[in-house]
T-cell receptor
Framework: AQSVTQPDIHITVSEGASLELRCNYS??????LFWYVQSPGQGLQLLLK??????LVQGIKGFEAEFKRSQSSFNLRKPSVHWSDAAEYFC???????????FGKGTMLLVSP | EAQVTQNPRYLITVTGKKLTVTCSQN?????MSWYRQDPGLGLRQIYY???????DKGDVPEGYKVSRKEKRNFPLILESPSPNQTSLYFC????????????FGPGTRLTVL
């Protein structure tokens, strides 16, 4: 079965600093890869997704992610964090032909002034 | 507006008292799912449905039931709730398999005393 690992439970970043959230997956082939964000008290919003092609994908709110097949990783990045980015971030994988997503345990992002 | 709605948003109940959480989507999506979110565990899939009258178990189905009598609705039923079902529940829908975005409802916070 596929699995998703987000090694960092919490990350604190200063406002204006760069951000990288890590995500590693375990699956025999390349799955579909997603990043979702959950603001406090809110549902989940899709930031970006990767299926194939260009390994650097752009998403909403200035986020991007890079797929690295050799490392089975799909890390999320943002060059300059804003206080409004404080939220919980989830990496997820989907398999071709299936509607199910497998989620990582999430990384809570705290933004300090 | 395209959306997934859930009701109720908040519910406090007692052990053994049957309850139903409703989920409805207005996007004519075939696939719908229920997830539960617990601290440190991320989101785990409870049940999913590929179409009307077609449902299947996810990763944590014990203690839950679902039905899909209409395409737009996918209620989650707890026939005898227990305290370990205290959680935040999300309904999601997607038009297809794998690569399509999952749209999440706002969540239902359930407390079982």
């Amino acid at each position: 079965a596929q699995s998703v690992t987000q090694p960092d439970i919490h990350i604190t970043v200063s406002e204006g600093a760069s951000l990288e959230l890590r995500c590693n997956y375990s699956y025999g082939a390349t799955p579909y890869l997603f990043w979702y964000v959950q603001s406090p008290g809110q549902g989940l919003q899709l930031l970006l997704k990767y299926f194939s092609g260009d390994t650097l994908v752009q998403g909403i709110k200035g986020f991007e992610a890079e797929f690295k097949r050799s490392q089975s990783s799909f890390n999320l990045r943002k060059p300059s964090v804003h206080w409004s980015d404080a939220a919980e971030y989830f990496c997820a994988v989907g398999l071709p032909g299936y509607s199910t997503l497998t989620f990582g345990k999430g990384t809570m992002l705290l933004v300090s002034p | 507006e395209a959306q997934v709605t859930q009701n109720p948003r908040y519910l406090i109940t007692v052990t053994g008292k049957k309850l139903t959480v409703t989920c409805s989507q207005n996007m004519n999506h075939e696939y719908m799912s229920w997830y539960r979110q617990d601290p440190g565990l991320g989101l785990r899939q409870i049940y999913y449905s590929m179409n009307v009258e077609v449902t299947d178990k996810g990763d944590v189905p014990e203690g839950y039931k679902v039905s899909r009598k209409e395409k737009r609705n996918f209620p989650l039923i707890l026939e005898s709730p227990s305290p370990n079902q205290t959680s935040l529940y999300f309904c999601a829908s997607t038009p297809g398999r794998g690569r399509d975005t999952q749209y999440f409802g706002p969540g239902t916070r359930l407390t079982v005393l």
